[in-house]
C-alpha cells in the first residue's frame, strides 16, 4: 500500500532489555564515532549552508512521505506483544538527501542526515533503538567510501554510489538478524524465530531505500556534479602499502567467508534434523491416536452389542436388571454409566446414576435412542461432558432385539469419558508428551468439534485453526509460528492434531549448532590474531630488509648486514648482503669507468684520451698496462714517420714488458682476447733469453665497427687467476680505447676534410651559403661576402633574416621543400644572380641548405635581344604571310587548277598557317612576358571548357577519339581570370593531347574545386612522355625528339605559353605521364585573383 505520510503507527522505540542489547547499542555509539574521527581528512566543511539545511529539510519529507507498505510475509509480532505486525515501509527518496550529503561533504553530514531519517522511520514504522544507528553507520561510511581516494579495485567500487548501497544491501541482513536477536527479552530461540520471519520485509524496504539512493548519486557521479566525490590523483590503498595489512585482509575475509559457510551450513543440517526429529515424535503421536481411536470405537459397540443380547434385561424387574448393568460395567472397565430405556424411551435402570431422565440427554443422545427403537443396531456419538469433565463423551446405544429384524423392545446406552477411558490412555500419554514439549494436541470430530485438547477448556468446541494437509508451518492466533501435523482415524471421519512452537525446532537445532558455532567463532578469532602475530614477525623481518634495501638504495653500502636464521627470510637477508657487496663492487667499478668516460671524451687527443683507461687497469694490482694502436690509421700519418707514437703504457713493469706488444699486437689480430695464467710455459710468445717474462696477461683486441685498431693487455708480475668480472671490466676498458682510436681517428679525417672544403670554398668562383635547419647561416665563402656585402664578423648562427637582404634569397633558403629549387636574385649593383638551393637532407629529414649563385646577367641580356628580335621578326613577317594567304586563296578564283597545283596550293596554305600560329604564339609568350597585366574578369568555369571542347570536338572526331568531359556534381564556380588566357591555355592542353593520341584512343577533361582554387586536369592514353624529357617540357622551343611512330609537327612553345598563364594567374602547371600508358596534365588556377594583377584590368 502507498503510505502519504507515514503515521499509521504509534511513535515508539523498543529498548534493549537485556545486558547484550545495551553492548550492542553501545558497539554501535563506538563504531560510529570511530569513522567519524578515523574519516575526519575526508570530510568538508559546508560552503553554503543554506544547502545542506535545505537537504536536512529533503531528509525530514523524504523519511515521511512517499512509502510504500511492504507485505508482511507471515512476520512474528514482537515477543510478548499479541498484536499483529505490519510489514515495513519502503521510503522511496528517504536516502537521497544523505546520499548527497556523503558525495558533497564526508561522513559527518551525510552521518547526520542519515540518523535523522533512521529517527523517523525507526519511531513509526521500525521502532528499533538500533534501526537510527545502523543508518547513521551507513551514512558515515558511505561518506568516507565516495570521498576515498585509494585506487584498489575494491575502492573504486564501493566510490560509486550504486556499488556502495550493493554492498551495505548485501550486509545488512547479517546486521538485522544480530540487532534483532538481542533487544527483546526473550529466549534465543524465540528471539532468531522472529528476526528470520520479519527479515524479508525489513531487507526488501533497506535494500530498496539504498539502491534508489545509489542510483540518483550514481547519475551524479555519472554527470560529475561539481564538487561531488573524490577527485585524483589517485593513491594506494592501505593495503597495498603493507604486505601484512593486504595478506591479513585477504585471509581473514576468506577465513570469515569459510567459518560463516561452515556455521550456515552446520546451522542448515541442524534445524533440518531437529526438525525432522520432531516430525517422526509428532508422526508417531498422531499414528498412535489414529489407530487406537478405531479399536476404542469398536470396542465400545462390541461391549454394548454384547451386553445387549443379555436376556436378562429382557424379562428381569427394574432392581434386577439395575444388578445386571452394574455387573456388566464393573466386569469390564469401559463404560462410565449404562442405562436401559423401553419402546418409549421411558428409564428402566440405569447404573450408577439411577435417576437417568432421556429428555434430559444430549440431543445426539436422543436421537441416537429413536433409531435404535427403529431398529440401528449399534451407534455411537460424541457430546459433551459434564461440567466437571474436560473432554467429551461418547454415547453407544445400542437396541434390545431378540433376533435381527425383530421388532426392538428397547436400547441400551452406554457412555464413557474420552480423560478416563482405559483404551484412551495410550492416546491421551502421548497428547501430555507432546503438551511437556510447550505444544498441544486436538482429537477432532467429523465437525471439527474438539472431543480432547491439552488445553481442557476447549474440550466441545470448534477448532477454527488453519489445519495442514499433512505436516508444515502455521501461523497461531497468538502470532506464533507452529510446526502442525494432522491424521485421520482409519475408517473414522475423527482427525488428530498435533502441533509444536517451531522455535522448539530451532531450540534443538541451536543446541545442535551452537556449540560448533561458538567453537568455529572461536577459531576463527583465534585463527585471525595467530595470522597477525605471524604476519608482524615476518613483516617486522621485511620491515628490517627494506630498512637496509633504503640503506643500499641511498648509496650507503658500507653497512654490512646482520646475518640471520637459515628460513626463507634468512636467505633473503644473506642474497641482500650479497647483493649489497655486488652492487658495491659495481659502484666502484661504474665510478672508475665514468672517470675513463669523462677522461675519453674530454680530449681529442689519443695520448690524453688513453691515459686514463690505462690508469683505471692496473687499479686492481696489475704491474703493467700498454695500448699498442696501428700508426696507419691516423691520417695524414704511415708507419714510417709518425709523429704520434703508437704504443702507450703505465705500470712499473711497462717498459719492462714493451717487447711484448708486436707480439701481442699480432696474435690479437687472429684472437679478440687472450688470456694467460703462466706465459712462460707456453710456446705462444717469443722471450729473449734475458728478458723478464710476467706472470699472467690478459689482452683485448681494439675493434670498433669491426675496423681493428689495436690491443690493449695488462701483465702481473705472478700468476693471476683473471676472474669472469675482472674480464668483463677490462673487455669495457678497451671498448673506451676502441672509441678513444675511433674518435681521434674521425676527428682527423674531418680535420683533413674541413681543410680541403676551406680550400674549395676559398678557391670557386660562385658565391656558396650553407644554412641551418632553422634557417640559420653556418657557412659563408669569401665570395658571397664580397658579392652580398657581408660583414667580415662571425655569421655562424645568425637568421638569414638579419645578413640577407634580397627577398627572393631569404624566401628560397625558407622554404621547406625537399627537392631542389632555384630563384633569380637582383643586387643593389645591377647584377642578376641565379640562385640554386639544395636540400641537405638525412632519413627524410631536412638539416639545412647549400645555395650556390650563379651571375647569370650577361645571359639575361642576351635573352632580352633574343626576345626583341624575335618580337621584331614576328610583327613584320605578319604583312607577308597575310599578302601570301591573299595571293594563294586568289588563284582558285583567276582560273582551272589540276590536282598537282591544288595540292601545291593546300601545302602553300598549311605552311602559312603553321607560321601564322608561329607567329601568334610567340607575340602571345611575348606579351605575357612583358609582364603586360592581366584582362581579370569574373568567368564562369564551365564557359571556359565548354568553349574549348566546342572549339575542338570536330578535330577530335575527325581524328576518332573521344574526348569527353567529367565535372562534380555541384555547379563549377565563377572564377577570376583573364578570360583569353586561361581558355588558350586549357586550349593548347587538349589540343596536345589529341594531337599526341592514336586513333581510337580517348581524351578526358575533369575540373574539381580545390581549397581556394580550381583543378584542370587532362588526361589521355597516348604514347606518354619518358621522364628524361618531362624535366624540360614546359621549356620555350622544347619538342620530345621521338614520340612514337606519330609525326606532329609543333612550334615547341605551346606548353610554354600555359606555364607563363598559370604563373601569370599565380597558379602552376604540372605533368605525370609514362611511357606507352598516357599522361595526364594538371593546371591549377586560384579563385581569386590577388590586388597586383586589378590595375592592369582596369588599364
Known amino acids: 500500500n502507498f503510505l502519504f505520510p507515514l503515521f499509521n503507527d504509534a511513535p515508539y522505540f523498543e529498548w534493549p532489555s537485556t545486558w547484550m542489547g545495551w553492548l550492542l547499542f553501545l558497539v554501535w555509539v563506538g563504531a560510529l564515532l570511530y569513522i567519524l574521527w578515523n574519516d575526519r581528512l575526508w570530510q568538508k566543511r559546508p560552503q553554503k549552508w543554506l544547502g545542506y539545511l535545505g537537504a536536512v529539510a529533503a531528509a525530514v519529507v523524504a523519511s515521511f512521505l512517499l512509502g510504500w507498505q511492504l507485505p508482511s510475509w507471515e512476520a512474528l509480532a514482537f515477543p510478548e ?98 540487532d534483532t536477536v538481542v533487544l527483546p527479552n526473550a529466549d534465543l530461540a524465540t528471539n532468531l524465530n522472529y528476526a528470520l520471519s520479519n527479515l524479508p520485509s525489513a531487507w526488501a524496504a533497506m535494500a530498496g531505500m539504498l539502491l534508489i539512493g545509489g542510483i540518483v548519486a550514481e547519475a551524479w557521479t555519472i554527470g560529475k556534479l561539481p564538487g561531488w566525490g573524490a577527485r585524483p590523483p589517485w593513491e594506494p590503498s592501505p593495503a597495498e602499502r603493507s604486505l601484512g595489512l593486504r595478506f591479513f585482509y585477504t585471509m581473514t575475509v576468506i577465513l570469515v567467508a569459510l567459518v560463516g559457510l561452515v556455521i550456515a551450513g552446520n546451522w542448515m543440517f541442524a534445524e533440518r534434523s531437529a526438525r525432522r526429529s520432531l516430525r517422526e515424535r509428532m508422526g508417531g503421536v498422531v499414528e498412535i491416536a489414529t489407530r487406537r481411536v478405531p479399536f476404542f470405537l469398536e470396542t465400545g459397540q462390541s461391549l ?130 507432546i503438551r511437556a514439549l510447550g505444544g498441544g494436541a486436538y482429537l477432532l470430530d467429523e465437525n471439527n468439534d474438539v472431543l480432547y485438547s491439552t488445553i481442557p477448556s476447549l474440550a466441545m468446541s470448534v477448532y477454527e485453526q488453519p489445519l495442514s494437509p499433512d505436516f508444515g508451518e502455521v501461523i497461531a492466533p497468538d502470532g506464533t509460528r507452529r510446526l502442525l501435523m494432522t491424521g485421520t482415524a482409519e475408517g473414522r471421519p475423527w482427525k488428530v492434531v498435533v502441533w509444536v512452537p517451531l522455535r522448539l525446532s530451532q531450540e534443538l537445532a541451536l543446541q545442535t549448532a551452537g556449540p560448533l558455532a561458538a567453537m568455529m567463532f572461536l577459531f576463527a578469532v583465534v585463527m585471525a590474531l595467530i595470522l597477525r602475530v605471524m604476519l608482524r614477525l615476518v613483516t617486522s623481518s621485511l620491515r628490517t630488509l627494506g630498512e637496509e634495501a633504503e640503506y643500499i638504495a641511498s648509496g650507503n653500502l658500507e653497512r654490512p648486514l646482520q646475518a640471520g636464521g637459515v628460513d626463507e627470510v634468512g636467505q633473503l637477508r644473506q642474497s641482500f648482503e650479497e647483493m649489497r657487496q655486488s652492487l658495491k663492487a659495481r659502484l666502484d667499478e661504474l665510478n672508475r669507468l665514468l672517470l675513463v668516460s669523462q677522461g675519453v671524451a674530454s680530449t681529442l687527443e689519443i695520448e690524453e684520451a688513453m691515459l686514463p683507461v690505462l690508469n683505471a687497469a692496473i687499479e686492481d694490482g696489475a704491474s703493467a698496462a700498454r695500448i699498442v694502436l696501428l700508426s696507419s690509421l691516423l691520417p695524414g700519418f704511415d708507419r714510417e714517420i709518425s709523429v704520434i707514437p ?47 717474462i710476467p706472470g699472467s696477461l690478459l689482452a683485448f683486441a681494439l675493434y670498433y665497427e669491426s675496423t681493428y685498431y689495436g690491443v690493449m693487455w695488462v701483465a702481473h708480475d705472478e700468476p693471476h687467476v683473471f676472474s669472469q668480472d675482472e674480464k668483463r671490466f677490462f673487455e669495457t676498458l678497451a671498448g673506451q680505447a676502441s672509441l678513444a682510436a675511433s674518435n681521434a681517428r674521425l676527428f682527423r679525417h674531418s680535420e683533413v676534410e674541413r681543410q680541403r672544403l676551406a680550400a674549395i670554398l676559398d678557391s670557386t668562383p660562385d658565391p656558396v651559403l650553407v644554412t641551418d635547419h632553422k634557417n640559420r647561416l653556418l657557412l659563408v665563402n669569401p665570395v658571397a661576402r664580397r658579392v652580398l656585402d657581408l660583414a667580415d664578423d662571425s655569421l655562424s648562427g645568425v637568421p638569414i633574416e638579419r645578413v640577407l637582404h634580397q627577398p627572393e634569397l631569404v624566401s628560397l633558403l625558407r622554404s621547406s621543400a625537399l627537392e631542389k629549387q632555384s630563384a633569380e636574385a637582383a643586387l643593389p649593383d645591377g647584377r642578376v644572380y641565379l640562385a640554386i638551393a639544395s636540400p641537405i637532407r638525412m632519413d627524410e629529414a631536412l638539416l639545412g641548405r647549400v645555395c650556390v649563385l650563379r651571375d647569370v646577367t650577361h645571359f639575361k641580356e642576351l635573352d632580352a635581344l633574343k626576345t626583341e628580335f624575335v618580337s621584331t621578326v614576328s610583327h613584320d613577317l605578319r604583312s607577308p604571310l597575310t599578302l601570301m594567304r591573299g595571293y594563294t586563296t586568289m588563284l582558285e578564283m583567276v582560273g582551272n587548277l589540276n590536282e598537282q597545283q591544288i595540292a601545291y596550293i593546300r601545302k602553300i596554305s598549311k605552311g602559312i598557317e603553321s607560321m601564322s600560329r608561329l607567329v601568334n604564339n610567340l607575340l602571345d609568350l611575348g606579351r605575357i612576358e612583358a609582364g603586360v597585366g592581366l584582362m581579370i574578369e569574373k568567368v564562369p568555369a564551365q564557359e571556359i571548357v565548354d568553349n574549348v571542347i566546342e572549339g575542338l570536338q570536330l578535330r577530335a572526331e575527325h581524328k576518332q577519339i573521344d574526348l569527353r568531359v567529367q565535372l562534380p556534381k555541384e555547379p563549377l564556380p565563377i572564377i577570376e581570370a583573364d578570360r583569353a588566357l586561361l581558355q588558350q591555355a586549357l586550349h593548347n592542353l587538349v589540343e596536345n593531347a589529341i594531337k599526341y593520341t592514336q586513333p581510337g584512343g580517348w581524351v578526358e577533361v575533369q575540373v574539381s574545386l580545390q581549397p581556394e582554387s580550381l583543378l584542370f586536369t587532362v588526361s589521355d592514353n597516348g604514347i606518354g612522355i619518358a621522364p628524361v624529357d618531362q624535366a624540360r617540357l614546359f621549356e620555350r622551343f622544347y619538342r620530345v625528339a621521338r614520340r612514337g611512330h606519330i609525326q606532329e609537327r609543333g612550334t615547341g612553345l605551346g606548353l610554354a605559353i600555359v606555364k607563363s598563364i598559370a604563373e601569370r594567374h599565380g597558379g602552376r602547371v604540372w605533368v605525370k605521364s609514362q611511357l606507352g600508358e598516357g599522361s595526364t596534365f594538371y593546371l591549377l588556377v586560384p579563385l581569386k585573383q590577388d590586388e597586383t594583377a586589378r590595375p592592369f584590368a582596369d588599364s
Open 81 to 178: 506483544r499479541p498484536v499483529d505486525p505490519n510489514g515495513a515501509v519502503l521510503l522511496l527518496f528517504a536516502a537521497v538527501p544523505w546520499f548527497w550529503a556523503a558525495g558533497m561533504y564526508g561522513t559527518l553530514w551525510s552521518a547526520v542526515l542519515a540518523f535523522l531519517s533512521g529517527l523517523i522511520i525507526g519511531l513509526w514504522n521500525r521502532h528499533s533503538i538500533f534501526f537510527p544507528l545502523e543508518l547513521a553507520v551507513a551514512g558515515a561510511l558511505l561518506g568516507g567510501f565516495l570521498r576515498q581516494r585509494y585506487r584498489t579495485p575494491f575502492y573504486r567500487f564501493v566510490r560509486h554510489p550504486l556499488g556502495s548501497a550493493l554492498l551495505f544491501s548485501a550486509l545488512y541482513p547479517i546486521v538485522f538478524i544480530v
Open 304 to 433: 454394548l452389542l454384547e451386553w445387549a443380547q443379555d436376556e436378562r434385561l429382557w424379562n428381569d424387574t427394574g432392581a434386577d436388571i439395575r444388578q445386571v448393568l452394574e455387573t456388566d460395567m464393573h466386569s469390564i472397565p469401559f463404560f462410565t454409566e449404562l442405562a436401559l430405556v423401553n419402546w418409549d424411551g421411558a428409564t428402566i435402570a440405569a447404573f450408577p446414576d439411577a435417576g437417568y431422565d432421556l429428555s434430559t440427554a444430549p440431543l445426539e443422545e436422543s436421537m441416537a435412542v429413536e433409531l435404535a427403537l427403529q431398529g440401528v443396531a449399534i451407534q455411537s456419538y460424541p457430546v459433551a461432558g459434564a461440567g466437571d469433565e474436560d473432554s467429551a463423551e461418547v454415547v453407544f446405544v445400542a437396541a434390545l432385539q431378540a433376533e435381527e429384524g425383530d421388532e426392538p423392545r428397547g436400547a441400551l446406552i452406554g457412555r464413557t469419558v474420552l480423560s478416563v477411558n482405559p483404551l484412551m490412555e495410550p492416546v491421551l500419554s502421548a497428547f501430555e508428551d
Open 646 to 692: 703508437n704504443a702507450f703504457g703505465v705500470g712499473e713493469s711497462s717498459d719492462t714488458y714493451a717487447y711484448l706488444d708486436l707480439q701481442i699486437l699480432e696474435l690479437t689480430r687472429r684472437q679478440k682476447t687472450i688470456s694467460l695464467t703462466n706465459p712462460g710455459r707456453l710456446t705462444l710468445l717469443r722471450f729473449p733469453p734475458d728478458a723478464r
